[in-house]
């Protein structure tokens, strides 16, 4: 099938500290993951690619006059983790089930906590 087109989709809310008026435009400086892949068929031997994403961390919001502001995406931090286990699981190949090796990459960050939290300590410093 050939690809017409790749699409990224945005999906995800974040909280904002301002005000915006509605017919405003914005340039939003965002991380995202994606988080979600797929074909859709264009019943004419064409496709398209859509990417699903969210935002994560940190969303700058430009305005065209006055300050920029900064705003957080809503995404609680589980699911952030959970997203970062599924990135890492799927860049290094592995082919262990997702599910099974999460929960192994979680026990090994419970049970190594106290060296995690000493570490990060002294970084704060």
């Not at 099974?100 to 704060?124: C, D, G, H, T, Y």
Request: charged letters at 30%; glycine letters at 6%.
């Amino acid at each position: 099938m050939e690809i017409n087109e790749k699409i990224l989709r945005f999906v995800g809310s974040a909280s904002i500290p301002d005000k915006l008026e509605v017919g405003e435009d914005l340039t939003l400086g965002v991380n995202v993951n994606v988080y979600s892949a797929e074909v859709k068929n264009n019943e004419d031997g064409t496709g398209n690619e859509i990417y699903r994403c969210r935002p994560t961390g940190e969303v700058l919001i430009t305005r065209k006059w006055g300050k920029p502001m900064k705003g957080r995406s809503k995404s609680s931090s589980s699911k952030q983790l959970r997203n970062a286990f599924y990135y890492l699981h799927t860049e290094s190949n592995i082919t262990e089930d997702l599910e099974e090796w999460r929960i192994k990459q979680m026990n090994l960050i419970i049970a190594k906590l106290p060296e995690v939290i000493e570490f990060l300590k002294s970084k704060m410093e």
